[in-house]
Structure formats: C-alpha cells, structure tokens
C-alpha cells in the first residue's frame, strides 16, 4: 500500500510515495525549502504542489513541527506563530496530520532501530529545532516536546539543536558536548532503555555519537532523515 508523506521542518519540506508495507520510499523524494515566513497559506501551497509533482490522488500524511490534536495545531516553535490553533488537517485537504518527531518515532519503531525493543524507548531528532517521540512498550506518548526542557534558563533546542551548532559555528565535539547535558537531563528524568538519534543530525552520526557516553545505549536512526516521510505515510495508512 502506497501512501504519500510529507514533511514539514523548520528549513525544508520534503515528501515522497512510501511503501507502507515495507517501510521504505516507493520513489525519490522531493525536498523545497521552507517558506520564509512559513504562514500556514505559504506552506499549504508548498504541500500542494510536491501533491501535484507526485500525481497524486490517494491518501496523503503531513508531519508538523509542533503539537498536533485531532488535526489541529497547538504550539510552533520553529514556524509561524499563525499557525497556532490552525486546523492543519482541513487546510491540507484532509490529509492525515500528526506531530513531526512522533511520525518519525513511529516510523523507526516499526521498521527501524527500535523494532521489538520493550521497555521506555526515546526518538530524539535534531534539526531546526529538538523533536521527541516517547514509547513504554512499544505504545507512543503523544506530543512530549522535550525539545522545550530547559537548560541554563533557555529551552535545549536553542543550545543543543543542529540548527544551534550551525549558528554558533560550533565544532561537532564542541556540539557532542551540547548534547551529552542535554541527554544526560533526559535519561535522568526518562530511565529510557534505549534512546534513538535522528534528524538531520543522524546522517553524521559518526561525527558526534563517538563523543556521547550514557548508561543508556544511544543509537543513530536506521532511517534516518527519511523516518519523517515514512512516518507520515503511515498515520494516513488505511
């Protein structure tokens, strides 16, 4: 069954057919960059028309930076404030609509490195911003936004996120360093048996898990950058 996800982050969109049995991209993906400001018309008519690029007239997913309840949006923290009470899933035609880091959590969990994993399992993603996706047992809890704990009075994403190692020019060891407090913080409260890097960051996992050490194993996602389309597709699954 083939079903087109698309994901919205605060730099790109980016969307593709995916197999939903097989858990992987039924066609290359197209990625357009984040609108600037990303108001909830500009984005719309970028969905539209990776829709449009695909042919598309079957089911269709969208992740969203932020909290999402029946559709509807609650929080932006890295897009436009207008999007917040939004019904995203109207606007986007009825597409199916969930929180960006619990698709890609979904997706990982089903097809990646947390498969058959029991227990408390943390996806974390770092991109523009921190996303997190929390599972006891295989079972998600939804919208955690763990991104938005603080450290040194400041939320974590503004100090440990890519997009803050990017900005200030930090060295990925420099950045490693970011992270390890800010996961440290998370295992304390968390006690998770495994926790899952994803994001952009995971595609240079190499470069900064090395410098990482928790109780906790910490593995980059097997799915990488693309467990957000994955995981969009499958909450619009029939």
């Known amino acids: 069954?083939?079903?087109?996800?698309?994901?919205?982050?605060?730099?790109?969109?980016?969307?593709?057919?995916?197999?939903?049995?097989?858990?992987?991209?039924?066609?290359?993906?197209?990625?357009?960059?984040?609108?600037?400001?990303?108001?909830?018309?500009?984005?719309?008519?970028?969905?539209?028309?990776?829709?449009?690029?695909?042919?598309?007239?079957?089911?269709?997913?969208?992740?969203?930076?932020?909290?999402?309840?029946?559709?509807?949006?609650?929080?932006?923290?890295?897009?436009?404030?207008?999007?917040?009470?939004?019904?995203?899933?109207?606007?986007?035609?009825?597409?199916?609509?969930?929180?960006?880091a619990d698709a890609a959590g979904v997706a990982e969990m089903t097809f990646g490195r947390g498969r058959g994993q029991g227990g408390t399992v943390l996806m974390l993603t770092f991109g523009t911003g921190i996303g997190s996706a929390l599972f006891t047992d295989g079972t998600l809890v939804r919208n955690t936004e763990l991104g938005h704990l603080q450290l040194h009075g400041k939320d974590a994403e503004h100090r440990a996120s890519d997009r803050a190692r990017q900005e200030h020019d930090l060295s990925w060891e420099h950045w490693a360093e970011r992270v390890q407090e800010y996961l440290e913080h998370v295992e304390m409260l968390f006690s998770p048996s495994l926790i899952v890097i994803g994001g952009g960051a995971s595609k240079k996992a190499e470069k900064f898990l090395p410098h990482i050490t928790l109780r906790t194993p910490v593995v980059p996602a097997a799915l990488q950058n693309e467990a957000g389309i994955i995981g969009a597709a499958l909450a619009a699954r029939p």
């Open 1 to 100: 069954m083939n079903v087109l996800g698309i994901d919205i982050g605060g730099s790109g969109i980016k969307g593709a057919p995916v197999d939903t049995e097989a858990g992987r991209l039924a066609e290359e993906r197209l990625r357009v960059p984040t609108p600037q400001p990303s108001s909830p018309d500009d984005v719309a008519e970028v969905v539209a028309s990776i829709v449009k690029h695909f042919n598309w007239n079957g089911p269709v997913g969208v992740t969203f930076p932020g909290v999402v309840m029946d559709g509807v949006v609650l929080s932006a923290a890295n897009v436009d404030r207008s999007w917040i009470g939004m019904d995203a899933a109207a606007l986007f035609g009825g597409a199916s609509v969930v929180n960006d």
